[in-house]
C-alpha cells in the first residue's frame, strides 16, 4: 500500500485545459520526482525537484510543465494546457533512505484528455 | 543516452520459476532495480543491486553483473498473485532518477 496519496486519483478534462495533479507524503524528503506511463508502456521520468528546486527534467517536461510546493507538504505537478498525448498515469515518487531501499511510489492520477 | 532491454513477456505455471533478463546501456551507472506492477497499480520496490552478486528477498532474487552490463530477477514459487509487470531500472551517479525498461509482463497460470 503506497504512503503517498495523490488526488484527484482519476481526472477528465478537455484539451487545452489547465491541471493540478497533487501528490501529499506522509514523510518529509528533500528529493521528490514526477514520472508519468502512457497506457501500456513503460514508467517515464519526468522531473525532480531538490530542496525546493527543480534539479533535473526530461525532454517530455516542456514549458508546459510545472511543479511547485505551495505549502511545505503537498507537492504539485500543473500542465498548463493539456494535450491528448498527456493522457497516462501520473506518478509521484522518492528514494527510501540509504542507497540500497528503492523508491516509493504514489498511488497515481490517471489523467484523461479529451 | 540510456536504454534498458527486457523481454516483454513471459508465461508459466504455478511453482514454477522464471528468470527475466535485464541488460542496459548507460554512463554513470549506479544500480540497478526491479519494480513490480499490477494492473492499474504503482510501481512498487522489489530488490537493488549495487554490486555485482546475487541479492535474495524471500522468493524473488536479483543478479547484477556490472562488467556485463546484465542484470536479472528470479521470480521462485510462482503464485498467480505474482501475475504483474516486472520492471529493471538504472540509477544514475548523478541525481537519483530512474530510468526504467520496458516491463515484461509475467503471467502465471494454474
Known amino acids: 500500500e503506497p504512503e503517498v496519496t495523490q488526488t484527484p486519483s482519476h481526472q477528465v478534462t478537455q484539451m487545452g485545459q489547465e491541471v493540478i495533479l497533487r501528490c501529499v507524503p506522509i514523510?518529509?524528503?528533500?528529493?521528490f520526482y514526477w514520472y508519468r506511463q502512457i497506457l501500456g508502456q513503460k514508467v517515464e521520468f519526468l522531473v525532480s525537484f531538490y530542496n525546493n528546486e527543480i534539479s533535473e527534467k526530461s525532454e517530455i517536461f516542456d514549458d508546459q510543465f510545472s511543479v511547485e510546493r505551495p505549502d511545505g507538504s503537498n507537492f504539485t505537478l500543473k500542465i498548463r494546457s493539456t494535450k491528448l498525448e498527456d493522457s497516462a498515469m501520473y506518478f509521484c515518487?522518492?528514494?527510501?533512505?540509504?542507497?540500497?531501499?528503492?523508491?516509493?511510489f504514489g498511488s497515481g492520477t490517471r489523467l484523461t484528455v479529451v | 543516452g540510456q536504454s534498458l532491454e527486457q523481454p516483454s513477456e513471459v508465461t508459466a505455471v504455478e511453482g514454477a520459476i522464471v528468470q527475466i533478463n535485464c541488460t542496459y546501456q548507460?554512463?554513470?551507472?549506479?544500480?540497478l532495480s526491479w519494480y513490480q506492477q499490477h494492473d492499474g497499480g504503482a510501481p512498487t520496490f522489489l530488490s537493488y543491486n549495487g554490486l555485482d552478486g546475487l541479492e535474495e528477498t524471500g522468493r524473488f532474487s536479483s543478479f547484477l553483473s556490472r562488467s556485463d552490463s546484465y542484470g536479472y530477477l528470479l521470480l521462485q514459487e510462482l503464485q498467480m498473485k505474482d501475475s504483474a509487470s516486472y520492471f529493471c531500472a538504472v540509477r544514475r551517479a548523478a541525481g537519483n532518477k530512474l530510468t526504467f525498461g520496458g516491463g515484461t509482463r509475467v503471467l502465471v497460470k494454474p
Open positions: 515518487a522518492w528514494p527510501g533512505a540509504g542507497t540500497t531501499l528503492g523508491y516509493t
Open positions: 548507460t554512463s554513470g551507472f549506479y544500480g
Open positions: 514523510s518529509n524528503h528533500l528529493y
